[in-house]
């Protein structure tokens, strides 16, 4: 046992499983040595044993490792536990700390965002919209980031060809609406500027699930005399920073 109190042995083990990526699937017993740095014999030990517990696997003509079916339980098991209350409940409650304003989180519901957290802040005007109440993903900043990154034909089902007009600032122009949705998914961002709500203006980003699915969207929302100039720059950063910190958390590798 190293002084840190790890196991080199299991080190030199994780060590060996790293080296398996997209692009290295198969790897020769040679190949694993070069890039771990460990010695051929010792490499070989901890293949043979991770291979008898199913974590590796090796293909019987070219004798190539690649990793074992077994570390799939693992995967199910980890997905299984994971929380988004859990991990993203503290952010958005810091995050509507720090900026003084609501911020929600809603799933992906088919072609509609159902809400499922909120934070609120509390020396403020509350504005917010009630936990499991439902919008069209093309209706809102947070629907559309997740509307943003799916294909085209799925896009063109879930946006009606006649857009009822809310406010004054409603997009009721389908292929623009299309176009903008382009536009959000290159910068990562989307805002609902009075749109649905006169005097309401609403920020979002996506937060991406283990499989690469912009599963969730991430809003902060408030009066349109506060968030604009400086203020609105700063929210549209903190969102983009609070929702890649929530992917990572939650499987996303992208």
């Known amino acids: 046992m190293v002084s840190t109190g790890r196991i080199q042995s299991i080190e030199r083990a994780i060590s060996i499983m790293d080296c398996f990526s997209k692009n290295s699937r198969e790897l020769k017993l040679a190949e694993i040595s070069d890039e771990t740095g460990i010695n051929k014999s010792t490499v070989h030990g901890i293949l043979s044993t991770l291979k008898y517990h199913g974590f590796i696997g090796q293909d019987e ?45 809603g799933i ?14 509390e020396d403020s005007i509350k ?29 063109k089902s879930y946006i009606p060809e006649n857009i009822k007009k809310s ?3 409603t997009v009721t122009d389908r292929e623009q609406l299309i176009k903008d949705l382009e536009e959000i998914r290159k910068n990562g961002y989307a805002i609902d500027n009075e749109e649905i709500m006169e005097g309401i203006v609403c920020i979002a980003a996506p937060i991406f699930d283990h499989s690469g699915e912009a599963k969730y969207g991430m809003s902060i929302l408030g009066p349109s005399s506060r968030l604009t100039g400086e203020k609105l720059k700063e929210c549209i950063e903190l969102i983009k920073i609070k929702t890649r910190e929530i992917s990572y958390e939650i499987g996303y590798k992208g």
């Open 167 to 169: 406010t004054e600032n």
């Open 61 to 105: 003509k070219t004798q190539k490792y690649r990793l074992g079916l077994e570390l799939l339980k693992y995967g199910d098991l980890v997905l299984g536990s994971i929380d988004i209350s859990d991990i993203a409940k503290p952010v958005i409650c810091m995050l509507s700390r720090t900026i003084g304003e609501t911020v929600h989180i």
């Open 127 to 155: 504005i917010s919209a009630t936990i499991g109440s439902r919008n069209p993903l093309y209706l809102t900043a947070d629907g559309r980031v997740i509307l943003a990154h799916m294909d085209l034909d799925k896009i």
């Open 108 to 121: 992906s519901d088919g072609e509609e965002i159902v809400y499922i957290l909120k934070a609120e802040p």
